[in-house]
């Protein structure tokens, strides 16, 4: 036999499984490609949580003259590129949870319903270090021992 002679079964076979492999390829690379624009957007939905639930808690403070609180959060989500979901902050309690949600870019995830993820966050209003509750500021004097007098 000639090697430039084809055995019997051999007839193609590329045509088959080329296109085949190119394929699955294709689709493993999509579907990585949607995945981690998935993630992306949940950490960018927890930034713009935190961020939100920061400047809610921020509106609170006496003599600031920033809007309400759920206001501020849902401003600090829209310039984000956020939607504020839920925001339980009221003036004068000095406590912010907010829930912001971002759009999820892709082919396949969207398709699925996960067209949106949502994150939260809280934050709580500190009062300054010299007004806290407990001991001063000054530091704690201990005996000194030892050595010989």
Do not use: K, N
Not at 46 to 53: P, S, V
Not at 65 to 86: D, F, K, N, T, Y
Not at 111 to 123: D, F, K, Q
């Amino acid at each position: 036999m000639r090697s430039h002679e084809l055995r019997w079964g051999e007839h193609g076979t590329a045509t088959v499984v080329v296109p085949f492999v190119l394929w699955i390829a294709t689709l493993v690379a999509i579907v990585t490609i949607d995945v981690g624009a998935y993630l992306v957007a949940a950490s960018r939905a927890q930034a713009l949580a935190d961020a939100a639930a920061l400047a809610a808690v921020s509106a609170d403070v006496v003599g600031t003259r920033g809007g309400a609180p759920p206001a501020e959060a849902r401003r600090i989500s829209v310039v984000g590129g956020g939607r504020l979901e839920r925001c339980d902050c009221r003036r004068g309690s000095e406590r912010a949870t907010v829930a912001v949600s971002v759009p999820v870019p892709g082919l396949i995830i969207p398709s699925l319903g996960a067209s949106r993820v949502t994150a939260e966050a809280s934050a709580v209003l500190a009062p300054p270090e010299d007004l806290r509750p407990g001991p001063t500021r000054e530091r704690a004097r201990w005996p000194v021992s030892g050595g010989t007098g």
